[in-house]
């Protein structure tokens, strides 16, 4: 007789382009920006469009592509 296993927890892989909040490196890599100057821009625009959260920040996608369409540099 075979056991069978449930399991709970899906490992299911969020698309980038759906995500509402971004990491620095997910972040960088989408919008085609370097690290350093991702984790600057979101240090001096937090509360903008970058959430400081535990240990790290988090951009969020759709108040960054906003910022992006607004900004003639970065």
């Keep these: 007789m075979a056991i069978e296993k449930h399991d709970t927890t ?10 509402y909040t971004l990491t620095i490196k997910e972040a960088a890599s989408y919008f085609n920006i370097g690290t350093k ?24 996608r759709p108040q960054f592509e906003k910022f992006i369409s607004a900004s003639s540099e970065i």
Excluded: C, H, Q, W
């Excluded at 899906?10 to 995500?19: A, D, G």
């Design 10 to 19: 899906e490992n299911t892989l969020i698309p980038v382009s759906e995500k």
């Design 37 to 60: 100057k991702m984790r600057r821009l979101a240090e001096d625009n937090r509360g903008r469009f970058a959430v400081f959260s535990g240990n790290r920040y988090l951009i969020i």
